[in-house]
């Protein structure tokens, strides 16, 4: 998404305190031909729509696709020693918010942090914004806090949008990007998007699924990584816009690899993922027809996989002091807090 495209806001109703950002791009189904045409699935078009909210929820809870939970544990287990850290006052921020389970943990902690630091006033100063390209996702994420003591407002948004979204919360902010969403845009992009936009007296806070440094861990630990992401209900996951519009499964194949590419840092593991077409045939979606030969290849996201090391490494680079960064047993995990460098 491109920021400089032009903006439109719209308040919808109070209750639901939410303010919905669109786009002057064409809507989400044009905008799938569009890529479709060009041979591309980019992985935001999986999450959005009740489909697409759906679909996630259902990965999200998987067996076979643990990620997500083993962050939020990592984030349980650290919690009280992770609040000690962020200064009162703050606005929680999180992007990506999916079902809001891991900011309504952290919430209530900060909640009390607050009302302890100051339990005559009976009241926190903390406003919550939850943030997520999908509306149900906001609702559900709205939800899930709706009888903590703090003013919230829920976005509908992109973050590549982030210089235009911040003019709806309240400074200073702990800017969070939780559930492995930061391993899905290239490092140096978003650590300049997040560093360009956070204020001073603003923190980052992040969390990440990592690789083990070196040996047969990390060998293992690859092997893993395939079976997580190329798993069948992962397959299903990133087959669905093509699924939902009336493709048989024997029409494509799902493809998933751990590639080593080159950066700034050295070299580092991102996952490639393809949409094979097995024979000709048409996808119609609204008015538009798209046609498929056999032979077709349609390039989908990326999630990277770094070692503990290599994220340091970027945010150094990209201008990041680290505050605090815990670790889970055999560095699997990470959840990171940081502020830009004046």
């Not at 998404?1 to 919905?20: G, H, L, P, R, Y």
């Not at 499964?249 to 080159?262: G, I, K, M, T």
Request: glycine share 8%; with cysteine.
């Amino acid at each position: 998404m491109n920021s400089t495209e032009k903006v439109e806001f719209e308040q919808v109703s109070e209750n639901k305190e939410k303010i919905v950002v669109t786009s002057s791009k064409k809507n989400l189904e044009g905008k799938l031909c569009e890529c479709l045409k060009n041979r591309e699935l980019p992985d935001y078009l999986l999450y959005t729509g009740a489909g697409g909210a759906k679909n996630w929820l259902k990965l999200d809870g998987a067996e076979t696709f643990p990620v997500a939970r083993q962050l939020k544990v990592l984030l349980e287990k650290n919690l009280e020693s992770i609040v000690r850290f962020i200064p009162t006052g703050m606005s929680l921020v999180s992007v990506g918010v999916g079902n809001g389970e891991k900011e309504r943990i952290f919430l209530e902690a900060l909640v009390r942090k607050n009302l302890a630091e100051n339990p005559a006033s009976g009241k926190v100063s903390i406003r919550y914004y939850p943030i997520d390209i999908n509306s149900e996702l906001v609702d559900i994420a709205l939800e899930k806090v709706e009888n903590l003591p703090v003013e919230k407002k829920g976005i509908v948004g992109f973050i590549e949008d982030m210089s235009t979204l911040k003019k709806n919360w309240r400074l200073p902010v702990l800017f969070c990007i939780l559930g492995n969403t930061f391993c899905n845009y290239e490092p140096e992009f978003i650590l300049q998007l997040v560093r360009e936009n956070l204020e001073q007296g603003d923190l980052f806070f992040f969390d990440a699924n990592l690789l083990p440094s070196e040996g047969t861990e990390a060998q293992s630990a690859r092997r893993s990584v395939l079976g997580t992401y190329a798993s069948r209900e992962n397959a299903l996951f990133n087959m669905y816009p093509l699924l939902h519009y009336g493709m048989a499964p024997e029409d494509f194949d799902f493809e998933l690899l751990l590639a080593h590419v080159n950066s700034r840092i050295g070299g580092v593991y991102r996952t490639r993922k393809s949409l094979y077409i097995l024979k000709d045939t048409e996808l119609t979606i609204g008015a538009e027809t798209i046609g498929f030969r056999e032979g077709d290849v349609i390039h989908m996201g990326f999630t990277y996989k770094y070692t503990y090391d290599q994220i340091t490494a970027f945010l150094e680079i990209c201008g990041f002091e680290i505050l605090k960064a815990f670790l889970s047993e055999g560095r699997a995990n990470a959840i990171i807090l940081a502020k830009k460098r004046i």
